[in-house]
C-alpha cells in the first residue's frame, strides 16, 4: 500500500517558501498573467509603484509585475532537487492603453527571467485554446489591413535546474520504473502542441469556476506530473487557484504542497473529497482502458509486442514498460482542515515479484 500527503497554505508566494532548500522535485504552476485585465487587481495590490506607472508608463507596470513573479521563481529554484522542473503554464496579453494597441510577451519575459535566476530551459509546448467567443475577431471585423490574428494560444515553459536526474538508490531507479508511462502516451505527450478543445476532464464540478480563476485543465495537470515527476515525488503549485495540481498529484501518486492567498474557491473544489476520489479513479482506469484499445487496435493491424506487463496483464511495446503500475485511491481523508492523505493499491490485485511491490511514501 502508498500514502501520499497533501498540504495546502494560505500565503503570499512572493515571500520566502516555508520549505526546505532541494526538497522538492517538481513545481507546476500557472501564475496570474500580467497585463490580463483580470489580474490588474492583484498586480496593483503588491506594488503602489504598479498601478502608479500603468497609465504613463504601461511598459514599466508590465516589467515590476514580472519582478514580483520573478519572486517566486528565485524561490522555486531554491526549493527544486537538482534535475528538478519547473513547469510554468502563462498566456501573452493583449492590451489597449494610453499609448495605442500593445502585445505583451509574458511568455518571453519569464524565460528571460527563470535563464538568469540559472534554470535550463527545455523545449516548450503550445497549448491550444479554441475560443469560441462572438468578440475573438477584433480590430476592422471583414476589412483588411486593421483586424490583428487572435491569440489562442498559451505556452507551457519547461525548465530544469542543473543537469539531468540522477536515480542512484535501488529504490529511485525501481520507483522509476513503476512510474513509467505507455510507449503510446509518450508518443502522444511528448509533442510541441497540445490541444484540447472538446475534451472532457471528467471533474467540471470539481473544477467549476476555472474560467475565472485562469486555471489549467486537469488534463494538462496529469500529463505534466506523470512525465517530470515519480510516484511518491513532491510537487509544488505556488499558485494553487482551484487546487488542479493536487488533484493531478493525488490522482497520480503523488505528494504535493500547495500556495494560494485566499481559500475562495479552493475549499469548495477540494470539499467533497468521495466524490474527488471517485472521479480519479475514473481516471486512472481509463489509462489503462485506453491502452487496452491500443493493444487491440495493433493486433488487429497485425503487429505483435515482444514485451508483457505482469503488473496490468497486458502486452506493452518496450522493455521499459514491463514494470508500469496504476494505482487505484482507495481512501481519501482529511489529517486536518489544510492537510489531504490518500492511500492506494494497485489497479489489479496481481501477484508481484517482492522487489515491485511498494515504492517508500516520502512526506512534504
Not at 485585465?37 to 509603484?49: C, I, Q, V
Not at 515525488?233 to 490522482?251: W, Y
Not at 503523488?254 to 474527488?276: A, T, Y
Not at 496504476?326 to 494497485?346: C, D, H, Q, V, W
Request: aromatic fraction near 12%.
Amino acid at each position: 500500500m502508498k500514502r501520499t500527503i497533501h498540504r495546502i497554505h494560505f500565503r503570499d508566494s512572493r515571500e520566502t517558501f516555508p520549505l526546505d532548500s532541494e526538497s522538492v522535485d517538481l513545481v507546476l504552476t500557472s501564475p496570474p498573467y500580467p497585463m490580463i485585465e483580470m489580474w490588474d487587481e492583484l498586480f496593483f495590490g503588491f506594488s503602489r509603484e504598479i498601478q502608479k506607472n500603468f497609465l504613463i508608463d504601461p511598459n514599466l507596470s508590465y516589467e515590476q509585475m514580472h519582478f514580483e513573479l520573478d519572486k517566486v521563481w528565485k524561490e522555486s529554484f531554491r526549493v527544486l532537487k537538482n534535475g528538478g522542473f519547473l513547469v510554468i503554464n502563462i498566456g501573452d496579453a493583449t492590451r489597449n492603453t494610453a499609448f495605442g494597441f500593445r502585445i505583451y510577451m509574458n511568455h518571453a519575459r519569464i524565460l528571460q527571467g527563470c535563464n538568469s535566476i540559472g534554470f535550463q530551459s527545455l523545449p516548450g509546448i503550445l497549448w491550444k485554446k479554441q475560443t469560441n467567443s462572438p468578440t475573438k475577431f477584433m480590430g476592422s471585423g471583414t476589412l483588411p489591413a486593421g483586424a490583428y490574428v487572435t491569440l489562442e494560444h498559451e505556452h507551457i515553459l519547461i525548465f530544469r535546474k542543473n543537469n539531468r536526474r540522477k536515480f542512484s538508490t535501488k529504490s529511485e531507479r525501481l520507483s522509476r520504473m513503476e512510474s513509467a508511462f505507455f510507449w503510446e502516451e509518450r508518443n502522444f505527450w511528448f509533442t510541441d502542441v497540445w490541444d484540447f478543445k472538446g475534451k472532457k476532464q471528467g471533474l467540471s464540478s470539481l473544477l467549476a469556476g476555472r474560467e475565472r480563476s485562469a486555471a489549467y485543465p486537469l488534463e494538462l495537470a496529469n500529463r505534466i506530473i506523470l512525465m517530470y515527476s515519480l510516484k511518491g515525488d513532491i510537487v509544488l503549485d505556488p499558485f494553487l487557484g482551484t487546487g488542479t495540481t493536487t488533484l493531478a498529484a493525488i490522482g497520480n501518486c503523488r505528494n504535493s504542497i500547495g500556495f494560494d492567498l485566499e481559500p475562495g474557491l479552493l475549499k469548495v473544489q477540494l470539499e467533497n473529497l468521495h466524490s474527488i476520489k471517485d472521479k480519479l479513479n475514473r481516471i486512472i482506469e481509463k489509462r489503462k482502458n485506453d491502452h487496452d484499445v491500443f493493444v487491440q487496435n495493433r493486433q488487429n493491424e497485425g503487429k505483435s509486442f515482444l514485451h508483457f506487463n505482469q503488473n496490468l496483464q497486458t502486452p506493452v511495446v518496450t522493455k521499459q514498460e514491463k514494470f508500469l503500475n496504476l494505482e487505484r485511491i482507495t481512501k481519501l481523508f482529511r489529517n486536518s482542515g489544510n492537510e489531504i492523505e490518500a492511500e492506494y493499491f494497485p489497479l489489479l490485485q496481481t501477484e508481484l515479484l517482492p522487489q515491485f511491490e511498494s515504492i517508500p511514501t516520502v512526506h512534504p
